[in-house]
């Protein structure tokens, strides 16, 4: 079992939905978590942000964790088709490496 | 958010020939830096982290005499991919930790490389 799982997808959604990612983990110990977005042949860019558990919200995009079920999610609201990428969740201990999920390649249709 | 500069974007170069990537923390600074791989469709396989003034550390299974990681200053790290051959093409992306305390990791743009 990977320590980290996110289902690859790929996912496709009208334009203007509500998109939902996820990843689970099994290492209890994480306690950062981020999101990644990453556009074709670019490298990863931070969307979310979050320590421990809990909501973030930052404009269209709200990050949750929810440590005791060890998931970690992703809404895009009034989605746009400049959101079309790959979606990678990312967690680590402390000041160490990143255990990444497989990534998530989502596409807004107009 | 805080910017991290890789270059080149794209090379390509002939078998037996070593490549260096650069990467800058253009506006912090960054004891650690990470060296990731990318193949197609997949997720960042971390390579090594580096450490300025001090050896990089290797993932297992990685040649560290293949990749070889210098992290001079704490703005700067490059890796050197000596004597590439056509298996090495592959899409490098590295890393800027910045603050230990909230283990942020920003990217650089990556570096595609092609081994004729």
């Given at each position: ?67 005791s079920?060890k ?40 | 958010g ?77 890796l ?20 230990a ?16």
């Amino acid at each position: 079992q990977k320590e980290v799982e996110q289902d690859p997808g790929p996912l496709s959604v009208p334009e203007g939905a509500i998109v939902s990612l996820n990843c689970t983990y099994s290492n209890s110990a994480f306690q950062y978590f981020m999101w990644y977005r990453q556009y074709s042949r670019k490298g990863p860019e931070l969307l979310m942000y979050t320590y421990s558990s809990g909501n973030k919200e930052d404009g269209r995009f709200t990050a949750q964790v929810d440590k005791s079920s060890k998931y970690i999610s992703l809404f895009i609201r009034d989605s746009q088709p400049s959101d079309s990428a790959t979606y990678l969740c990312a967690m680590s201990e402390g000041a160490q490496k990143l255990v990444f999920g497989q990534g998530t390649r989502l596409t807004i249709n107009p | 958010g805080a910017v991290v500069s890789q270059h080149p974007s794209w090379v390509i170069c002939k078998s037996g020939t070593s490549v260096k990537i650069e990467c800058r923390s253009l506006d912090f600074q960054a004891t650690t830096m990470f060296w990731y791989r990318q193949f197609p469709k997949q997720s960042l396989m971390l390579m090594a982290t580096s450490n300025e003034g001090s050896k990089a550390t290797y993932e297992q299974g990685v040649e560290k005499d293949k990749f070889l990681i210098n992290h001079a200053s704490l703005t700067l790290s490059t890796l050197t991919v000596t004597s590439a051959h056509p298996e090495d093409s592959s899409f490098y992306i590295c890393s800027a930790l910045m603050g230990a305390e909230k283990n942020i990791q920003y990217f650089g743009a990556g570096t595609r490389l092609s081994v004729l």
